[in-house]
T-cell receptor, first 112, second 112 residues
Framework: KQEVTQIPAALSVPEGENLVLNCSFT??????LQWFRQDPGKGLTSLLL?????REQTSGRLNASLDKSSGRSTLYIAASQPGDSATYLC???????????FGQGTRLTINP | DAGITQSPRYKITETGRQVTLMCHQT?????MFWYRQDLGHGLRLIYY???????DKGEVPDGYVVSRSKTENFPLTLESATRSQTSVYFC???????????FGPGTRLLVL
């Protein structure tokens, strides 16, 4: 059974810093991996999707990488801003499956 | 408005009552999903649907019923609500089973 883990559960950094959020998964036979953002009391917003054949994806200040051999993905946020404060979740889909398996998220706080 | 909507946004009910949560999407996505989000468990898939009249169980289907008579609607029914079904419920849709999922704003359900 696929398990997705995100450590740490919470992270607080000063504004302007570059930071990395971590995601690990137990089954390397993934089809893709997705990063989401969730603001308090809101739904999830898709940030980036990395296909299994890709090593990374970029969108603005966000860069997500994927290393299937080590079972890891990272989300890099450059020049963090208070508006980046949210919970970030990663989720993957196993080859042949149609179900996302979510990590429990990292709650990020950017301090002005 | 285009997108994915859920109703009601908040619901309080009593143990044993039947409750239906509604989900509507305007993209004509073939796939729709129901998740519940609980502290300590993260997001867990309840049911999903690959097309109208095609549904399948997720990780935690017990106590729930779904139907999909039209592509754009995917209601979730709690046949006899229990306190353990107190949760935040999210609906999502995607263009394919392994594509980016787009989430609704959620329904907060309290079962007394």
């Amino acid at each position: 059974k696929q398990e997705v883990t995100q450590i740490p559960a919470a992270l607080s950094v000063p504004e302007g810093e570059n930071l990395v959020l971590n995601c690990s998964f137990t089954d390397s036979a993934i089809y893709n991996l997705q990063w989401f953002r969730q603001d308090p009391g809101k739904g999830l917003t898709s940030l980036l999707l990395i296909q299994s054949s890709q090593r990374e994806q970029t969108s603005g200040r966000l860069n997500a990488s994927l290393d299937k051999s080590s079972g890891r993905s990272t989300l890099y946020i450059a020049a963090s801003q208070p508006g980046d404060s949210a919970t970030y979740l990663c989720a993957d889909i196993i080859q042949g499956a149609q179900k996302l398996v979510f990590g429990q998220g990292t709650r990020l706080t950017i301090n002005p | 408005d285009a997108g994915i909507t859920q109703s009601p946004r908040y619901k309080i009910t009593e143990t044993g009552r039947q409750v239906t949560l509604m989900c509507h999407q305007t993209w004509s996505h073939s796939y729709m999903f129901w998740y519940r989000q609980d502290l300590g468990h993260g997001l867990r898939l309840i049911y999903y649907s690959a097309a109208a009249d095609i549904t399948d169980k997720g990780e935690v289907p017990d106590g729930y019923v779904v139907s999909r008579s039209k592509t754009e609607n995917f209601p979730l029914t709690l046949e006899s609500a229990t306190r353990s079904q107190t949760s935040v419920y999210f609906c999502a849709s995607s263009d394919g089973g392994q594509e980016t999922q787009y989430f609704g704003p959620g329904t907060r359900l309290l079962v007394l």
